[in-house]
């Protein structure tokens, strides 16, 4: 009866096809354009790119092979069919969707293989169920599915709030960096999963499915193109001022390579770094340049980005906030001397002065570090001038 509906229905028909044309259309402009259409000055991970290109071309080739449905008369038929669709899809479609996800965190590259030998029992039940053309499998093929994705969630939580804390520890800004926005593309996209094994009973959500195609075809496009790629961050340094050389005094101390994670910085070199920070970041105003990197940083007081690292973390501070507490610093002094001068100026105005390109996280940065909001702090300042 519900594929009798799908067929004879003209507006799932309608959404059918353009939710596989605009996959389509995404695939090839991943794969065939070199620069980013929504943020020119952003320049995305190419692998990156290319998975979700090749997620959004199994989204197309999803849709061809349920295709024959829409000609079927036959039960059996059109139950073998789903069968098939199905296996192809975990095949291709689901694991090309967590690669997609695992890809935009950048701290460190994850194997992938492990994502495709995760769905490898349910191909393997899906196809023992085409041969033997049965569904008695379908019960724990479904639990185990509902099992791993369950699995999923937890792990991705895990790795995005992992990847969060490598984010402030390497970088003031953290624009077109943070990855809360796979929260929404992974809902998007179980939400889709489990629609399709909810079709066959609920006909009203096979418009849902082909909506959700759309929406998760727009999201990951708009967010691949807005992903800044941070493995070039750093080998384009664009420090005014000369390194202070390799190491913290004429060379006596010599800096470990960058691969190496458990080195402990000396006291002798912690104890050095924090008047290189005040003459190579704070006197010559380093920390005002955008998107300023630790190894940046590092690299400017002649240390290495491990050394500098667990200073900031013997302070009790990420780097990211300590960029931010020097930025915030000169905002204010910029405010009070605006007042006391009764020079015009408004808050966006100093904020860009301050190094920060974004005024949203001007303020998010500001709250969180002195606990009131910008507005709230300089209405106090109004108050005392």
Known sequence: MFEQLIREDDLYTILY????????????????????????????????????AAFFASLTLSHLWYLP???LTSAADIML???????LDFMTLFPFAIVVLLSMLQDRRRPLWPVFVMFMPIVV???????????????????????????????????V???????????????HKEMWQSFVVLAVVMLVLFLYTLEAIVPAYKYITQLDCIILVCFLVWRVETLSDLSIEDKAVTLEQEPAGGSLEDGICQCPPEGVDNCEVPQTI?????????????DSQLYLQHDLSISQLAKAIGTNRLYLSQYFSRQGMTYNAYINSLRIDRFMSLYRQAVATQRHITARQLAFES?????????????????QTVTAWMREMGKES
């Open 270 to 282: 912690h104890d050095k770094i924090g008047p290189l920070l005040q003459k190579h970041c704070i």
């Open 355 to 371: 190094g920060y390109r974004s005024y949203t996280t001007f303020s998010a940065a500001f709250k969180q570090l002195k606990g």
């Open 17 to 52: 096809g353009a939710s596989a044309m605009l996959s389509l259309v995404a695939c090839c402009y991943l794969l065939f354009r070199r620069s980013n259409a929504i943020a020119p000055d952003i320049t995305s991970p190419v692998h990156l790119r290319r998975w979700a």
């Open 69 to 71: 449905i829409f000609y």
């Open 125 to 159: 039940g899906l196809v023992i169920c085409c041969v033997n053309r049965s569904d008695a499998l379908l019960p724990v093929l479904f639990a185990y599915y509902l099992l791993l994705c369950i699995g999923l969630i937890v792990y991705m939580v895990r790795e």
């Open 161 to 175: 709030r992992q990847y969060g804390r490598w984010l402030c520890d390497n970088y003031a800004d953290l624009e």
């Open 81 to 87: 069919c789903n069968t098939i669709g199905g296996t």
